[in-house]
């Protein structure tokens, strides 16, 4: 068990660019989310997974960004045409299950410039 | 949508003395846990307690305690014989449903 892990750690762009984030969720844990963390503030719920399907989405999740957990394993988080307001930490937290400690990643540090 | 509230955006403590991070939330669920984590600067989230709504008992964990008053919606976190480890962002957090609602947090400072 080497923990949840997110690639990559820091992602700078350019505004107008598509960016992909992945996170590898514990291998046991078939519940799977994304949260955003602006600066000063707690995590935002973007989406849950439960396996492969993506149960949840948070109104925060605008068109531009998709997520999918394609064999129910790791996790991708896009962002098309990117804008200064998604710079953020993305965060993702796997679960076995809901009564059960939820462990988040170290995060992808988004910056838009 | 439901609110999680952490009315101390910082708080310092002496190293050995006793802190208290106070929380309250509005979940009208029945069935739900709280939680408290820690945002160190490596800024990873770091589950320091649990408490099952449905549970009376309060959750501790080493020198880690919480008072949960369920009717005033209220769940306190308390840090005894601070360390300067445990200098960090504190997040509170409700999980209903299936997401958590965090509270913004409380920086905490261990003066030595």
């Known amino acids: 068990d080497t923990g949840v892990s997110q690639n990559p750690r820091h992602k700078i762009t350019k505004r107008g660019q598509n960016v992909t984030f992945r996170c590898d969720p514990i291998?046991?844990?078939?519940?799977l989310y994304w949260y955003r963390q602006t600066l000063g503030q707690g995590p935002e719920f973007l989406t849950y997974?439960?396996?492969?399907?993506?149960?949840?989405k948070s109104r925060l999740l605008s068109d531009r960004f998709s997520a999918e957990r394609p064999k129910g394993s790791f996790s991708t988080l896009e962002i098309q045409r990117t804008e200064q307001g998604d710079s953020a930490m993305y965060l993702c937290?796997?679960?076995?299950?809901?009564?059960?400690?939820?462990?988040f990643g170290s995060g992808t540090r988004l910056t838009v410039v | 949508a439901q609110t999680v509230t952490q009315s101390q955006p910082e708080m310092s403590v002496q190293e050995a003395e006793t802190v208290t991070l106070s929380c309250t939330y509005d979940?009208?669920?029945?069935?739900?846990?709280l939680f408290w984590y820690k945002q160190p600067p490596s800024r990873q989230m770091i589950l320091v307690i649990r408490q099952e709504a449905y549970k009376q008992q309060n959750a501790t964990e080493n020198r880690f305690s919480v008072n949960f008053q369920k009717a005033a919606k209220s769940f306190s976190l308390k840090i005894s014989d601070s360390q300067l480890g445990d200098a960090a962002m504190y997040f509170c957090a409700d999980f209903t449903g299936n997401q958590f609602y965090f509270g913004t947090g409380t920086s905490l400072t261990v003066i030595p």
């Open positions: 291998s046991e844990h078939n519940r």
């Open positions: 997974f439960q396996n492969e399907a993506q149960l949840e």
């Open positions: 937290a796997s679960s076995a299950d809901r009564d059960h400690g939820y462990t």
């Open positions: 979940t009208s669920e029945s069935d739900y846990y």
